[in-house]
């Protein structure tokens, strides 16, 4: 028996337990996530390609956003079936993220509470995500970009008996997740996640290259569009939140210009790549 029957014997040991799915269950949840990380990456490089287009002034009206992205796929060739790809993906990812709140994720602290909480609403988000994706497949436009309908969530919170104090600390909390993701990507901590034994080391490499920079962008717009909410909130001003689209924006109104939404926008694309990347690798 060489090792690599022994790593494999061990690991169909490790996913044989009580609340396992099963090697089946296996198999399609794995297939769920792949596909799920694909679709992620397709939405996140059209953003970045569309803020790099609004950056130089050439966007044509478009909005770097997740309805933007769909908007440019479904005018390519077999345009609505790619757009349902990739809401089908996405709502594999959602499964993913449950099963891991059900079953357990990969690793060693993968059953931990924290990590199923984290796996929970995962979910929920990509469930969400996946909804309003597939909902533009079948011909609901939704209710106009990002950044209306984060000013129509935010009015709405705002109504709300101490809305104040929850459109602050969602507005927090979602700063804090882009500040924890950016400092994980510097941090690479996604290397424990890939399984990239005896690939070249070039390769390896230029994945984590495309983390670092993906990651940090992501998380860079995140902790900025999180800072917005407060504001929102301490302003009791919902049209001082920001979707994706005006976040973006904002870049280009620093003293750096145009080039630090170019340098945002291209991490965003760089971080679809990865997306892609994490596909062919990800431990699941």
Known sequence: MNASSIARGLGSAARATPDSPGEAGDRAIEAAARCG???????????????VRIAFGDSGGEQADRGGALEVLA??????????AVGVGLAGMALWRLSEAVFGAAGADGRKAKKRLASAARAVFYG??????????????????????????????????YGRWLVGLAGLGVAVAGVWIAV??????????????????????????????????????????????????????????????????TFADTAAGPWLLVAVAVGLALFGVFSFAMARWRRV
């Open 37 to 51: 990380l694909i679709a992620r990456g397709v939405i996140y490089l059209l953003v970045g390609v569309l803020a």
């Open 75 to 84: 005018e390519q060739p077999f345009g609505s079936f790619l757009v349902w």
């Open 128 to 161: 969400v995500v996946a909804y309003s994706v597939l909902s533009f497949a079948a011909g609901e436009k939704g209710s106009g970009s990002s950044d209306k309908q984060s000013q129509d969530v935010t009015a709405r919170a705002l109504d709300l008996p």
């Open 184 to 249: 994980r990507a510097i941090r690479r901590s996604f290397r424990k996640h890939l399984q990239m034994a005896g690939t070249p080391k070039r390769v390896k490499q230029t994945v984590y290259a495309l983390g670092v920079c993906g990651g940090a962008a992501r998380g860079v717009v995140f902790a900025v569009a999180g800072g917005f909410a407060v504001t929102a909130a301490r302003r009791y001003d919902p049209d001082e939140a920001k979707g994706l689209d005006d976040t973006l924006r």
